[in-house]
């Protein structure tokens, strides 16, 4: 039997260069918005389990060489000073780092927020073919 | 000033298609992260109001054309018969329809349970350049 | 056979008003966080779509009599002027009103962002035995 | 300045018991829809990361003495045999333990799947006042 036969559904038309960037952006997108809305503070050890746990997460997801979570700690707001003051994350302290491996083609791709575009961009900064 | 310029982030190997289909991926991956663990039953109208609802809140996303989800009311355990007598969302009943327009390139990509894969997948049906 | 023998797991010094209170607080907090990082735009028709489709879902859950969420509109940054201009819910933008109905006691609860503490704050209005 | 001044927003009805229960709630609303799709292998070490990342981020919210997470092993499919063996969290393997301290009171509640209920049963199994 052939299990994963996941290419019968793709259309033809679709070279190896363009799969790899559709499957990079899946991880993009489900990274971000598994994130979003996590409680988080600025303590250190806080910060870097959630990084590892999501990153932990993402690497099981098919395709994925590498997966590196940094949340933005210049921009957290909140040490735990009183019961509420703690922080939420959202795209504005995203950074990711991903490097997706689809047959010979290789794909680095990030996430990062944007200043002047207000905005968290998902983009591929890298795209190779491996001989 | 020029506002969304955000090409400059992107690789200058990537064509129009690639950058396409990783939009795509992009999207899809969203959609299925927002929906999953949302509670449902198998009333009609509340599965319409949340296919409704999440369909709106793709649309708003960067060249997305047109979204269409459909849960699988088939598979929905729970009709409110008691109080805990309901589902949540998994990729067991996502099904989803989504057309990208980036420049002059369309893609039309979907999410559907593969039963033999035991997996949501994801995939690009259709990708074509618009004359 | 007793399906939903659920009272069985509870501690038996939980009064019913203490267990009203409990699961108020699971619907607001699941409410919450299935909202947060969910794409908006500042369209009447997109706000709309996104706070009936969640509130469906909630209506699901158990002992909840009714749920109205209010995406506050004004706050919302983003009329798709262009591609990337949108907003994204997080909890500066929820207001919800949930009542919760637990044998003879109903709870009428609320999320509101409060200013002057930085926080979405989830909190009891009204608790009330009913006749 | 009173900073975190909440306490006016809630019924003057609610005893600390009740609002106690009511903050134990929103912990494992908030946990348990945090958690769901996040994909997991049976790898110890990916469970682990994963199990330690949500845990120090629920360990942020208000009035959380203790949070442990235990995802259970024994039913999650996918040992990354192949790209797309994997699976994701749903409330059939999550079980959670809390400890909430609100002023003199310490609400001890859990997660849980119940078989016979086929649901992830949230539950107060101990309330006590601290003297």
Redesign the interface.
Known sequence: ML????KI???P??NL???A??????????????L??????SDE??IT???????????????VKSVKIKIDKSKI??N?S?????D?I??KIIQAELVINYENIEVL??I?W?E????P???????TNIE
């Open positions: 299990k994963n036969n996941e559904y793709f259309s038309n679709l260069r363009e799969r960037c559709f499957e990079t952006g899946i991880k993009l997108g489900a990274l971000y918005h598994i979003c809305g996590i409680p988080i503070s050890k806080i389990s959630i990084e590892k746990g999501i990153e932990a997460a993402i690497s099981c997801q098919p395709f707001v909140g735990k009183t019961a509420f003051d703690y939420e959202t795209g791709a990030k990062d944007i002047d575009m207000q905005y961009l998902m983009f591929i900064e890298k795209i």
